[in-house]
């Protein structure tokens, strides 16, 4: 371990943060440390002390999220197990599984694009930390599908992992879109600019396309 020393309490949390920033901005690959460590007000060496370098810092800005997306659904994925399954609580858990989607993507808006570019280039940075972190997630919320189908709330041809794809790719792509000056986001702006509204119409969308 390096013997750079940091006065600084808060360094690490704030060199997250501002390279969160750049890297949505830049992307890795014209991100420098350098520029990382200016715009934190602190040594370039510290990148190096708390991360091991440039693609240690990048891959703990994804790891950090994909913690922080765990901690908000922790208490609805574990009431999945808890209850006995009716329509009316299927619609009540994806509501909420969605809200969780969306919110992420609305308060985080650096990590969307961040995690956008690692989708088009396969995954090279976040792989670890979605099969980790995220894949374990994603196979309680296919508990709760599966469930609903073998209730006869969910049409039993409907494959788990397509919908879960379809739905966040749905919520991913909409984002992408959300602040783009084209005509067809102005058509939808006040859904857009309305998390609550939003939900609904995807609850309506894919909902309606799923129960019996």
Same mark, same amino acid.
């Given at each position: 371990?390096?013997?750079?020393? =940091? ?7 704030? /060199?997250?943060?501002v390279a #969160?920033?750049? *890297?949505a901005?830049? +992307?890795i =690959? @014209? ?7 200016? &715009? ?8 190096s002390?708390? *991360? ?11 790891r950090? &999220?994909?913690?922080? /997306?765990?901690d ?9 197990? @808890?209850?006995?399954? #009716?329509?009316?609580l *299927?619609i009540? =858990?994806m509501s !909420?599984m ?9 308060h985080?808006p650096?990590m969307? @694009?961040? /995690?956008? !570019?690692?989708?088009?280039? +396969? %995954?090279? &940075?976040? !792989?670890? #930390? &979605? ?6 997630l994603?196979? !309680?919320f296919?508990r709760? %599908?599966e469930? +609903?189908?073998? @209730? ?7 494959s788990?992992?397509? %919908? *879960? ?10 984002f992408?879109m959300? =602040? ?13 600019n309305?998390?609550v ?11 309606t396309?799923?129960?019996?």
């Amino acid at each position: 371990m390096s013997d750079v020393k =940091d006065s600084k309490p808060d360094s690490k949390f704030c /060199i997250l943060g501002v390279a #969160t920033k750049l *890297f949505a901005k830049l +992307g890795i =690959d @014209k991100c420098s440390t350098r520029e990382i460590a200016k &715009h934190s007000d602190v040594n370039v060496s510290l990148i190096s002390y708390y *991360f091991g370098g440039k693609e240690g810092l990048y891959k703990e800005c994804i790891r950090n &999220h994909a913690l922080t /997306i765990l901690d908000s659904v922790k208490e609805t994925v574990e009431e999945f197990d @808890k209850q006995e399954l #009716t329509r009316e609580l *299927f619609i009540e =858990d994806m509501s !909420r599984m969605v809200d969780h989607m969306i919110q992420s993507q609305w308060h985080n808006p650096e990590m969307a @694009k961040i /995690i956008a !570019r690692e989708k088009l280039a +396969g %995954f090279p &940075h976040a !792989r670890e #930390t &979605h099969i980790e972190i995220l894949y374990p997630l994603i196979q !309680r919320f296919y508990r709760l %599908f599966e469930a +609903g189908q073998e @209730k006869g709330i969910v049409k039993k041809e409907v494959s788990a992992p397509i %919908f *879960f794809m379809t739905l966040m790719e749905a919520i991913c792509g909409i984002f992408n879109m959300k =602040d783009c000056d084209l005509p067809l986001t102005r058509d939808c702006a006040h859904i857009l600019n309305d998390p609550v509204a939003l939900r609904k119409q995807l609850i309506s969308i894919y909902l309606t396309g799923v129960l019996q």
